[in-house]
């Protein structure tokens, strides 16, 4: 973990969100320890780092890095971000996503399997 700005914070862990298509398709209890494991991951980050909580909306970035280099369907993988947007809202880094992230994007990359999330503050 990383912060880049003054209203700017960068999370690396060390797994990936699993397409929509999977997720709903996957045992309620299969998909409510990979939310637990998301959870502590980002709670092991945002220790490190001991910053604040972002008072102001924020927009999130989510790099997600694929050991294959393959065409990924875009709006699966936005679906797939939930578990980590409901394991920064239960770190309590912004406040209830549905009034507090104004921007999701997903970019892909190649390389070590993991995800890198961006959280910028908005200013609004």
Same mark, same amino acid.
């Given at each position: 973990?990383?912060?880049?700005?003054?209203?700017? !914070?960068? !999370?690396?862990?060390? $797994? *990936?969100?699993?397409?929509?298509n999977?997720?709903? *398709?996957?045992?309620? $209890?299969? *998909?409510?320890?990979?939310?637990?494991?998301?959870?502590?991951?980002?709670?092991?980050?945002?220790? $490190?780092?001991?910053? *604040?909580?972002?008072?102001?909306?924020?927009?999130?970035?989510?790099? /997600?890095?694929?050991? @294959?280099?393959?065409? $990924?369907?875009?709006?699966?993988? /936005?679906?797939?971000?939930?578990? !980590?947007?409901?394991?920064?809202?239960?770190?309590?880094?912004?406040?209830?996503?549905?009034?507090?992230?104004? @921007?999701?994007?997903?970019?892909?990359?190649?390389?070590? @399997?993991?995800? @890198?999330? !961006?959280i910028?503050?908005?200013?609004?």
């Amino acid at each position: 973990m990383q912060k880049t700005a003054k209203n700017q !914070l960068k !999370l690396s862990i060390p $797994r *990936r969100p699993l397409s929509l298509n999977i997720l709903l *398709r996957m045992h309620w $209890r299969i *998909r409510h320890a990979m939310q637990q494991k998301f959870d502590y991951y980002i709670k092991v980050e945002w220790g $490190r780092l001991r910053q *604040r909580v972002f008072m102001k909306p924020v927009r999130l970035t989510f790099i /997600i890095i694929c050991p @294959e280099k393959r065409v $990924r369907d875009l709006d699966n993988y /936005i679906g797939g971000t939930k578990m !980590l947007i409901d394991a920064l809202k239960k770190t309590f880094i912004f406040r209830d996503d549905a009034e507090w992230v104004t @921007e999701i994007k997903v970019q892909f990359a190649k390389g070590t @399997e993991g995800t @890198e999330i !961006l959280i910028e503050e908005t200013g609004q």
